[in-house]
């Protein structure tokens, strides 16, 4: 009796130190969509449960009678508060002792951060319908921001932000347009992620921050779009533009480039042409005018040698010659091209004719490794006329010899 | 004047060397003639290029260098930085493929005039045996560049050794050096190339050669009446002088291929990269590769490849073994199943090679 006691007992404490969980346990039996998502949940994982967010008594057999369990003097606060969310996990995110248990490297700033976003101030002051954690994360069923069916997974957080930000309904009572997920899918980063599957391509969060996501003000523009492309944004900064934006309140990239809907940058975009964006601002007659044309023209003499260059190559390796060399000047080639783009942002010639003159030399190079090259085949084609002719003149003699042979015979 | 010198040479020769039976068995020599004898001049094209084949073959030993680090460089330096490289590796690479073709089409006149019948079964036996070792420089050679599309088909055909019953796995490594093709596979295959087959084709050559000097042209059953009722064509100049025409046409068109088509280098070959797509053998190769593709997973219970090896090596040792199995060419009279069954060889030769190179 007394053994069949102690066992009760043992089986009993043993289930509840090893997770037993009746909130799941009888959820999962009422088909709750919400308990379902926990067998796939990091937080059940991690053996937590039902009841350390909502509160309640996970541990009773109710038998029946589920008040015991969710009884409000047992800390049971039923779904929370969505003003309430971010303490709520910032209980367990926000302690860096607790969170070291799981993952040492994992960030425990979340809520502070959120707090400094547009969405926590909104929160603040009272608006339910502002992105806290579970708008993203979701609240059951949360999976790691690295599994791909993560709502934050880099290929689906613009779809995830612009559950609300491309819903005009939602997005009515603060007035911003809802055209930014449609704009971004157009544009260069939106195609890099959607059609090449590019993770390094930026998303919503890599400008505007995710925890504390905000829009970047006229001056930290630069310095976000200058998190990648730093060598413009250097260039930038050392250019007589610099100090012009600034006095005039003007963002640097985005003037010309565009924010969310960002084309492929083209050479008319510099110069003095229809397409040229410099002509938005400057005019006929002024000095920047006759800076945007010489640069306009020194990368399109640039390209137009690695052109030349490229044909002349590329016909030879038709005519069947080893042309790797040559191929690997008109890459040096190339590199020139790119970074002579990239120093059109210091808007001045001298330091882009240097780099284009460097590019004009190896397409030179290139281009006499091809007329070389084409020369040879020149040469063999010649050559294998004339020892063909002599091989085949020895053939006929040979022929005239055995025929006068053999009419003597 | 020339002829004088000549004259006091051959006499200055022949009395320490006594050259006089040879000069009688030239002028003595005569070659069959009949409506066939043009068969004859496969044989001495494929001596031709096989000598092609040293002389270019010596010439890039000298810059080549048969490690996997080196190899591709060396060849590509072989054809922009030495003078008339290009040249030599485009004479060496043609030469090999027109080699093959060249003894190839003299098995077949051999085959089909029954020329190995009594007693010139060696002479079928060694030069069987030379066109197996010309397909063996072209599968050894064919790495030696260590470009790409070299390195996975020797993968590919390697794999295929590895699936011989028994021998299989020995084979596969012993041919690899190895699990895998690297360097050490290299390696084995230039030993191969330029040591071993040279020296086993060198020695089969000269046998073949006496073999034929010894017992004459073979004559085709039928043209045999014809052929006695002529004396034939003198050795020496008539065929002689026939034999250098055909070879300064063998050379012409050599060069004329050599000069438009310049064998090409490719890519540089990566183990690591994923296999380019259309690999394929030589093309004296594709018939197996495509029948062996066209094969189903498995045949009646066993795997297809398997199955496919199979057939093709029980084919080979009865083509091998022709002149005993064709018992009526060795009683002098004409077998007509197994002139069909060699069409029927021939047939399927071609009609897979062109399937290898059409399908995808």
Sequence with gaps: ?409 | MLSSLGERVFHWLDERLDLQPIQRFVREKSVPSHRYSWCYFFGGATLFFFMIQVATGVLLLLYYKPTAEAAFESVRFIMTEVSFGWLIRSLHSWSANLMVLAAFLHMATVFFMRAYRKPRELTWYTGATLLLLAMGFGFSGYLLPWNELAFFATRVGTDMAGKVPVVGRFLLEFLRGGEDVTGATLTRFFGFHVAVLPMMATALILFHLLAIQRQGMSVPLSQKEASTTNAGMPFFPNYFLRELMGWAIALAILAALASLFPWELGEEADAFAPAPAGIKPEWYFVFMFQTLKLLPATVAGVEGELVGLLAFGLAGLAWFFVPVLDIRSSREEPSRWLTLMGVAALLFIAIMTLLGYVMP
């Excluded at chain 1, 939106?190 to 921050?209: E, I, K, W, Y």
């Design chain 1, 1 to 409: 009796m007394m053994r069949a006691g102690l066992t009760f007992l043992l089986m009993t404490f043993a289930g509840v130190a090893l997770g037993q969980d009746n909130c799941l346990d009888c959820h999962r039996e009422l088909e709750d969509p919400a308990a379902l998502a926990m067998s796939e949940d990091v937080h059940a994982q991690a053996s937590v449960s039902c009841a350390d967010c909502h509160g309640g008594d996970r541990t009773i057999e109710t038998e029946g009678d589920y008040e015991l369990a969710m009884d409000p003097n047992k800390g049971f606060i039923g779904v929370p508060d969505p003003g309430d969310i971010p303490q709520l996990c910032g209980r367990c995110h926000s302690d860096a002792s607790y969170m070291h248990r799981f993952d040492p490297n994992l960030s425990v700033d979340q809520v502070a951060q959120y707090w400094t976003s547009v969405h926590g101030q909104r929160l603040r002051e009272g608006a339910t319908d502002v992105a806290q954690c579970a708008s993203c994360h979701h609240a059951h069923g949360v999976v790691s921001a690295k599994d791909p069916r993560s709502p934050v997974y880099p290929t689906r957080i613009p779809e995830t932000c612009g559950a609300c930000h491309a819903d005009p309904e939602h997005m009515a009572a603060y007035g911003i347009p809802t055209d930014q997920l449609s704009e971004y899918r157009a544009g260069v980063h939106g195609r890099a992620l959607f059609d090449r599957g590019d993770l390094g391509a930026p998303t919503c969060n890599s400008c505007h921050g995710n925890h504390g996501a905000a829009p970047p003000g006229v001056t930290s523009v630069s310095l976000v779009c200058g998190t990648c492309h730093g060598v413009q944004k250097e260039l930038f900064a050392a250019s007589p533009h610099q100090e012009a934006f600034d006095a005039i309140d003007e963002p640097e990239c985005e003037s010309c480039h565009g924010n969310h809907n960002i084309e492929a940058p083209t050479d008319d975009f510099v110069g003095v042409g229809d397409e040229a964006i410099c002509m938005t601002c400057h005019g006929e007659g002024e000095p920047a005018y006759g800076v945007a044309a010489t640069v306009h023209e020194e990368i399109s003499n640039l390209k137009g040698a690695m052109a030349a260059a490229r044909e002349v190559v590329d016909r030879a390796a038709r005519a069947g010659m080893e042309v790797s060399e040559a191929e690997l000047v008109l890459i040096d080639a190339n590199q020139t091209l790119v970074e002579s783009r990239n120093l059109v942002h210091a808007f001045a010639v001298e330091p882009l004719r240097e780099k284009v003159e460097e590019g004009l030399a190896l397409a030179t190079t290139a281009r006499e490794m091809g007329v070389a090259a084409l020369a040879e085949v020149d040469y063999r084609r010649k050559g294998l006329a004339l020892s063909v002719f002599f091989i085949l003149l020895l053939a006929v003699g040979l022929y005239l010899k055995i025929r006068q042979i053999e009419e003597r015979e």
